[in-house]
């Protein structure tokens, strides 16, 4: 019995035939193109999950680290300070803000990380998904499911759309990401298949159009604080879809609206430094003193 799917409606399919989650359609799908043991799959997972939390807590943990551009370094821990009467998001969602602010911090500072999809997207899945598992009472194996849900969704958007900002803009990275994140936390909250994916187009549906402007062409500025934005579309796209609030686009359109869309992009918004941010006066400015790092 084939548990391979190539697009979100095959995918559905095998949900409904099997009833099984979108989780443990991509989990059979993997043990049977893999030939690995189940518990050698979840071996696998487990480390994902142990890199993804020691990424979200590394700035927080030790003292905080420069990037390699010089341009971030302490912000996570600049958001888990700020006082409580002006946290407007939420415990969760703050905590989930803070988490992927973090993830940011330690690739740019030569730091592990699980590129979820991408280096650039990296903060986005774990922050979601951790965040909610401290906040919500799910078990550690619906943690490791949300994160097989989530790597279903990447796997849908790397096979039939696109990760690669210098591809189709930001919305292909954080935009990825965010659907990946708001899938998995729809089925983590008990959401159904059709939720999941709906949620997912929800989040990419927010950030179509975003652009790939990193200053002075480095992975960190406004990288870091549009993971964040993607961790806050992931959470929005995922409750608007529990309530039954859905997208008239399907997933398999909007992943090609995605990629037509970034393929329209002019190419100095596709992650070559020479549009959007990355062209502000006061950026250029300060490209004199450092060459050597480009």
Not at 12 to 23: D, F, P, Q
Not at 40 to 45: D, G, K, N, Q, S
Not at 106 to 128: C, L, R
Not at 275 to 283: F, I, L, Q, R, T
Request: aromatic content about 2%; some cysteine; overall charge negative.
């Amino acid at each position: 019995m084939s548990y391979d799917f190539t697009n979100a409606k095959k995918l559905l399919a095998l949900c409904s035939e099997h009833n099984m989650k979108i989780s443990e359609v991509m989990l059979e799908r993997e043990l049977e193109l893999s030939g690995m043991s189940r518990s050698a799959l979840f071996e696998m997972v487990d480390r994902c999950l142990r890199v993804m939390e020691s990424s979200t807590n590394r700035s927080l943990d030790e003292e905080p680290v420069k990037s390699m551009g010089g341009l971030i370094g302490g912000e996570s821990r600049q958001m888990r300070n700020l006082s409580e009467d002006k946290v407007i998001c939420g415990t969760v969602l703050h905590k989930a803000l803070t988490m992927a602010l973090s993830v940011a911090e330690t690739n740019a500072s030569m730091g592990v990380i699980v590129a979820a999809p991408t280096a650039g997207s990296a903060g986005v899945v774990p922050a979601s998904l951790l965040a909610v598992y401290e906040w919500a009472d799910v078990s550690l194996d619906a943690l490791r499911l949300g994160l097989i849900n989530a790597g279903a969704l990447g796997y849908l958007f790397t096979k039939n759309g696109s990760v690669a900002g210098a591809d189709a803009g930001c919305q292909a990275e954080v935009g990825s990401a965010s659907a990946m994140a708001a899938s998995a936390l729809a089925e983590m909250l008990g959401g159904t298949p059709e939720q999941c994916c709906n949620a997912a187009s929800i989040a990419v549906s927010n950030l179509l159009g975003l652009v790939c402007d990193p200053i002075r062409g480095l992975v960190e500025v406004p990288c870091q604080t549009r993971n964040a934005i993607g961790v806050a579309g992931a959470f929005t796209a995922a409750e608007l879809s529990l309530a039954g609030i859905t997208s008239p686009v399907p997933l398999d359109e909007m992943i090609d609206i995605m990629v037509d869309v970034g393929h329209s992009l002019p190419e100095s918004l596709r992650e070559t430094g020479k549009g959007g941010c990355a062209c502000a006066p006061s950026v250029c400015s300060g490209l004199r003193g450092i060459q050597h790092l480009l």
